[in-house]
Antibody, heavy 115, light 107 residues
């Protein structure tokens, strides 16, 4: 069965960077784009960007250009999202989700930016 | 960017009611319109894809309709486990965009 495994939580200091992971299993990793979605507490869903694991082509929401960097490691079927220059506005749950249709979602990583 | 607008923001219903949730796109998304359901503290779950296509494992009381820029998610006979927030999503072009959500409450 398809699974997208994400760490449950990350605690990072303001100004620092964090690299989140999303390990895929149960399907051919290269055959589906991987997307990342942000959800702030009590708020809606916000699309950050996507990466095609077959060639690492990326597309970003303009709002997150310079903030998020998407990469993949095809040898371990893992997608990564690095967020830089973190502020309290980056505290949120971050989901990885696959596809053109977002048919499978990870459990989300709760990022807390705090000193 | 394509702006997705959902209405109403909140819906309070009685079990057994039939409800309709609206989603409007600022420009045509053809049939590349998908619906998701999110319960509190859970990940979103795909409900309907490409406007009206059903998803394996999703109860048949959920259905979708529409085209172009005007779409509807219908729930035939609401059940208590249907509480949560429903989101529509533009899957036509990047950047993907979501509506603000409709929160379904059970009276």
């Amino acid at each position: 069965q398809v699974q997208l495994q994400q760490p449950g939580a990350e605690l990072v200091k303001p100004g620092a960077s964090v690299k989140m992971s999303c390990k895929a299993s149960g399907y051919t990793f290269n055959s589906n784009w991987m997307h990342w979605v942000k959800q702030r507490p009590g708020q809606g869903l916000e699309w950050i960007g996507t990466i095609d694991p077959s060639d690492s082509y990326t597309s970003y929401n303009q709002k997150f250009k310079g903030k998020a960097t998407l990469t993949v490691d095809t040898s371990s079927s893992t997608a990564y999202m690095q967020l830089s220059s973190l502020t309290s506005e980056d505290s949120a749950v971050y989901y990885c989700t696959r596809g053109g249709v977002l048919d499978y979602w990870g459990q989300g990583t709760t990022l807390t930016v705090s000193s | 960017d394509i702006v997705m607008t959902q209405s109403p923001a909140t819906l309070s219903v009685t079990p057994g009611d039939r409800v309709s949730l609206s989603c409007r796109a600022s420009q045509s998304v053809s049939d590349y319109l998908h619906w998701y359901h999110q319960r509190s503290h859970e990940s979103p779950r795909l409900l309907i894809k490409y406007t009206s296509q059903s998803i394996s494992g999703i109860p048949s009381r959920f259905s979708g309709s529409g085209s172009g820029s005007d779409f509807t998610l219908s729930i035939n006979s609401v059940e208590p486990e249907d509480v949560g927030v429903y989101y529509c999503q533009n899957g036509h072009s990047f950047p993907y965009t979501f509506g603000g959500g409709t929160k379904l409450e059970i009276k």
